[in-house]
């Protein structure tokens, strides 16, 4: 069966300092790949998806990034986080482009 | 206007009552839908996945789909406290893969 990992669950950052989430999904291969960020109360935004290695889209402007550097491995970073950078943030990995969308168990990031 | 609208809540029922919980949309490309519960400090999990106008039952889930009016529903039969979470409607396109989401209702059943 196909799981995902994501790590780390819980981090506090200083303004300024690097991002790098961690996802995998095992049990699968070429999975579609997806970055969320969830604001306290409010619904899920996408970041970046990815179809395939070297294939990524960001949605969003902003301060972070997103590599595949393996089929099944997809990281979030930033170079300097800032205070708006702080939320929980989601990996997700879809069969393909119209089939449901698993997530991961998050990572809260709170940038102090 | 946002692609996906769903009340915050929060809901509060009495355990065993039915619930009702709604999304409306109104990008008519929208061709698959998904309802999720999380539990507070948990990822996403997928309820029901559906294609097509009209129910799908599963236990004590059914999700209905009314492309026609642009609107989805999850009714949860025999709520459990169990059941008291976040629930998150979601919809894509099937050419792109991507989800919108509405912005989750907080349900809370009372034992």
């Known amino acids: 069966s196909q799981t995902i990992h994501q790590w780390p669950a819980t981090l506090v950052q200083p303004v300024g300092s690097p991002l790098s989430l961690e996802c995998t999904v095992e049990g699968t291969s070429n999975p579609n790949l997806y970055w969320y960020r969830q604001a306290a109360g409010r619904g899920l935004q996408l970041l970046f998806y990815?179809?395939?290695?070297?294939?990524i889209s960001s949605e969003v402007p902003q301060n972070l990034s997103a590599s595949r550097p393996q089929d099944r491995q997809f990281i979030l970073s930033s170079k300097k986080l800032l205070l708006s950078d702080s939320g929980f943030y989601l990996c997700?990995?879809?069969?393909?482009?119209?089939?449901?969308?698993?997530f991961g168990q998050g990572t809260r990031l709170t940038v102090v | 206007q946002k692609e996906v609208e769903q009340d915050p809540g929060p809901l509060s029922v009495p355990e065993g009552a039915i619930v009702s919980l709604n999304c409306t949309y109104s990008n008519s490309a929208f061709q698959y839908f998904m309802w999720y519960r999380q539990y507070s400090r948990k990822g996403p999990e997928l309820l029901m996945y559906t294609y097509s106008s009209g129910n799908k039952e599963d236990g004590r889930f059914t999700a209905q789909v009314d492309k026609s009016s642009k609107y989805i529903s999850l009714f949860i039969r025999d709520s459990q406290p169990s059941d008291s979470a976040t629930y998150l409607c979601a919809m894509g396109k099937s050419n792109t893969g991507k989800l919108i989401f509405g912005q989750g209702t907080t349900l809370q059943v009372k034992p």
């Open positions: 990815s179809i395939g290695i070297d294939q």
């Open positions: 997700a990995w879809t069969e393909d482009r119209a089939t449901e969308a698993f």
